[in-house]
């Protein structure tokens, strides 16, 4: 989709010029609100025939019959008759009225024209669908597919009480293995009561791209989520998560961005769109945001494993394992933040350390093969590294990480078995 200017900011100047328009009366002041109109229609994308023939055509039109409805002015150009309904006597201030009366309209018309190509329309129907009636019941079921998926239902306490299902892995407790058929239920049963629900087909798409692995139903899910919802951040940032993993970097930046700025109090949007700015390696742009995320939410793990990347990246490294450290403790039951730190310890040098936490990471049937390879690769051992990326991944979104993209196994890339 054509990516275009924010709709607050092209907004505020169409009103602007409207209003020096109409608000004047020096012919110059009304003559460049003209122009400026007729710039802005001019650099416009797309057809503009439409909204040049109906601003001239409508402009002239005053500009001629003003004289012929109005009674003012003293300097008489063309001394006609007069009548109840037209006024065939013309005078100069009548033609200099509709003239300017013509000018002002043919540029409101431009102006109109100039704003809705030049817009970002994604931008403007997600501002208008934020006043949208919400199904409260279908984004119960959905926040609660969401939850369960990412393992933190104890954002949805309610739901998940009402529903019977565990508290998650932030509360402490170990999570069980649902169903999908569960997962699929709650979404499907969320679409039949309430089919223009942005969050029942996000709910959709969680699914059919987490266990059904089809990446091509899931994206018309995510679509649709969007389409009948262009307001909805869950939906957008699972998107961005989505577009993200299959590479295509500038999609997922432009929605994350959209995300972020439809809720800028959502943890999540944040850490997405920092994780976007980490493959794209804006690392100070993505540090930013992965602090905005942690002060909205002080346990979010994934947002301080992503922190800790980017310091990493930046060669801040005490600054990595502290943040390491602190994902570890925010989440004991994973190993993740250990994986990191020891691919942390590999990079500064400390390899008898990183090669001992390796081998006991990598014995554990809880071992990220993605995480592992990274180790390997930072060890210089490219061979074991491209062993590990082949494995079966017991969690298949994790084949969909960027690895083409990921600075940690830039030293892998140039193998012919990595591409």
Known sequence: MRAGIAPLAIGLVAIGVATTAFAADDPLLIGACLVVAILLLVIAPGPRRLFATIAITTGLAVALLNPLVSTQGDLILIDGPTSTFLDLQVTLEELLYGLAAGARLAAVTM???AVLALVDRDRLAARAALVAPRSALTR????????EQYGCCDRVPVVSEWCGLPMGRHAGLPLRRIPVGRFRACAQAAIELDPMSAEAHAALATVEVKHDHDTARAEQSFRRAIEVDPACGMARSRFTYFLAAAGRLDEALRMSSLAQELDPLSPDANANLAMVLYFLRRYVDAIRYCRTALALEPGFSEAALLLGRCFEQKGMFDEAEMQYAAASMMEPQSHEGDELQAHLHAVTGRTTL???ELSQLSASDHAKPYNIAAIYSALG???RALEWLDRP?????????M???DPRLDSCRPVVEFR
């Open 111 to 113: 102006l109109v024209g």
């Open 140 to 147: 119960c079921f959905c926040r609660l597919v969401h939850a």
């Open 354 to 356: 990183a090669k001992r």
């Open 381 to 383: 051992d490219k061979e």
């Open 393 to 401: 991944f017991a969690n298949w979104t994790e084949r969909l990480r």
């Open 403 to 405: 690895i083409r993209y």
